[in-house]
């Protein structure tokens, strides 16, 4: 029998409850900072979005920004469960330097919510400063970025360059373009993906 069956039923349910309350809570504190960025928001607003007595909060959390980063570390595992199958369809290095920007930039611009958090919360998202120092997923991320791109470059071919440092560019020019596609709407995912396999392959 499983643990969870030998425990007594209040217990078990008090079990459930603290997960249901959890999750409330990180739910509440995505749509909080969806609507008004990290910065502005604040915990009070969080937990009556969530239905949540004023000190449940700090039962599971420390602060906004510890919930900010489960939500963070969340988003980069379904970033990376979505980008490495695609990048791993790649037949050459220029192929697969444009799927790379094409499923970075029309990640974050075709899902509507998605979309507005990051805008709103760019100056931590956009920040690889940041999210390197807080985040293990995003560590993890670049790690098996590093690790799919080595695989890679033993079968097509790559560039005479170090195989981090060009990784690392990838990242760099992606997450300054995101902050354009934000602040102009106007420019589409598609365009954004030219110009950056433009610029990372050629140089303009």
Known sequence: MSKSIDLPYNKRKRQINKKLNRESIVFASRKVFTEKGLDSSNVREIVSAAGLGSGTFYNYFDDKVEVFLVIINRLINEFSSYIIPEINKAKTFDELVNIAFKSWFNWISNDEENYIFFKNNKKYILDLKWLSQNSKEYQNFNKRLLEV???????????????????????????????ELFERPEIQPSEASTFATKLFLNGL
């Open 149 to 179: 791109a080595l695989s890679m470059s033993k079968i097509i071919k790559f560039p005479q360059n170090d195989i981090s440092l060009m990784v690392t560019s990838v990242i760099a020019v992606s997450v300054s373009l995101g902050d």
